[in-house]
């Protein structure tokens, strides 16, 4: 049995990552929200793009007005007013000053704004009773940015910030990553849908819906492939079908070691390489990982081309061990995938729980709870009820999982704790 950390860098080193010449769209900014940016984006505009006043006011000469106090105020003609979105039509000359408002382009022969609190006006004409600082309030073109500079690198994820800058250097369509494709498959003869009468001995399938809401959240897209019974020749039939659609195929249940469980023979049997079968975990210890190529289970016509070499994680049944697992070593594999340049590996940080926590040391224990942050630290609070893995219904709200680490059985409360934040 491998540890958590080897597991996650094996699954790194098996993802192979959307490429920008086969696996990027052209879209515009409504739907590049959120998406990854598959090239890198050189401004087409200075930024500013011209000089312009950084305040309501008047564009001067410094020289007119370095002397220019209360006890000597200087007094010029305004000439004209430039408001935002106006064009400047008179050179300002000795004697001279131009009403200005903010973001207003500045006219030619003005090089310093003053503010207007620190003038007087009457009529066409203007005191100015301070000696403003040479260039002041002039926000000079490209002072920001420079035509041809880059603007943001590929594999940045487009949040508000990055659509906005996108926006106002009208880089509009985009090249974006596709999002990837994640086919999910349940297995067990138990398992039915929300919406069918339950029988005794059925339970639901929940792990379908909770593992597309993840596979969501993460920007990739859910391909929900339903329950597949416990039965070698359809489950062959089906994952076969999944690799033909996938980037990458996530299947739960019937990876342990029952008399069900057929995933890995299965696997091996559609020419598949199994590089992780268990990992020291708790929950989620079934863990598995294989490798296909992709020539063997080439696109089917509903799939895209340039579909990556499928990969395959199968989880456990178990519903809280399914989501564990993904937000531990999932989650990661899909955010490399998709092209993200950085930030894809998970991310721990330290605080404090209130209560003991207790694992069995055997296995590297995540327990569910919920993250706060108080004035100067983290804090961690076990969820309420039984943390036995089975138990569903406490995992609700979880923002962060407590790690236990290997041969620990106890941290007294208050003592630092590594903490998984979930995503939200
Ligand atoms: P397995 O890994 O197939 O042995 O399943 C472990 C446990 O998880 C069993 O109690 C299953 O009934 C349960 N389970 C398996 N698949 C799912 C699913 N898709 N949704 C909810 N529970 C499941
Ligand atoms: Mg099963």
Not at 214 to 233: C, E
Not at 318 to 327: C, G, K, Q, R, Y
Request: charged share 15%; glycine share 8%; with cysteine.
């Amino acid at each position: 049995m491998i540890s958590t950390d080897q597991a996650a860098s094996i699954i790194e080193s098996l993802v192979q990552p959307l490429t920008p010449t086969a696996d990027a769209e052209q879209v515009d900014l409504w739907t590049a929200a959120w998406r990854i940016l598959a090239q890198s984006v050189a401004s087409p505009l200075d930024f500013p793009h011209w000089d312009n006043s950084a305040m309501d006011g008047y564009a001067v000469r410094f020289a007119d007005v370095q002397q220019a106090s209360e006890q000597q105020p200087v007094d010029l003609i305004v000439i004209e007013e430039i408001p935002a979105g106006g064009v400047p039509q008179r050179v300002v000359n000795a004697g001279e000053a131009a009403r200005i408002l903010t973001g207003a382009m500045m006219p030619a022969g003005a090089d310093t704004v003053v503010m207007q609190e620190v003038t007087q006006r009457s009529g066409d004409r203007i005191q100015v009773l301070t000696a403003p600082q040479p260039q002041s309030f002039v926000r000079r073109q490209g002072a920001f940015h420079r035509v041809g500079e880059q603007l943001l690198p590929a594999g940045t994820r487009l949040g508000a910030p990055e659509i906005a800058v996108l926006a106002a250097a009208q880089c509009s369509p985009v090249w974006v990553y596709r999002p990837v494709r994640v086919v999910i498959l349940s297995t067990g003869n138990e398992l039915v849908s929300p919406t069918e009468i339950l029988k005794p001995g059925q339970i639901v399938d929940s792990n379908q819906y909770a593992l597309a809401a993840a596979v969501a959240k993460a920007g990739a897209m859910p391909i929900p492939l339903g329950v597949v019974p416990d039965d070698p020749a359809a489950l062959k039939r089906a994952i076969a079908h999944a690799l033909t659609v996938a980037d990458l195929v996530i299947s739960s249940g019937g990876v342990s070691v029952g008399d069900y469980d057929y995933v890995e023979r299965i696997l091996e049997s559609l020419g598949g390489t199994l590089h992780i079968q268990s990992v020291a975990i708790k929950p989620g210890k079934p863990l598995t990982i294989a490798t296909f190529e992709r020539s063997h289970h080439p696109p089917h016509p509903d799939a895209p081309l340039s579909l990556t070499q499928p990969l395959y994680i199968g989880l456990p049944g178990n519903p809280v061990s399914a989501l564990v697992t993904f937000w531990r070593f999932v989650q990661p594999a899909l955010l490399q995938l998709s092209g993200l340049a950085t930030g894809w590996v998970p991310t721990f940080i330290t605080g404090r729980s209130p209560q003991d926590l207790r694992a069995d040391g055997k296995r590297e224990t995540y327990l569910w709870g919920r993250l706060q942050s108080t004035e100067t630290e983290f804090e961690f609070t076990l969820a309420a009820g039984s943390h036995n893995s089975a138990n569903l219904v406490n995992l609700a709200q979880t923002t962060a999982l407590a790690v236990v680490p290997v041969g620990t059985t106890h941290i007294p409360a208050g003592a630092p704790i590594r903490i998984l934040q979930i995503p939200a």
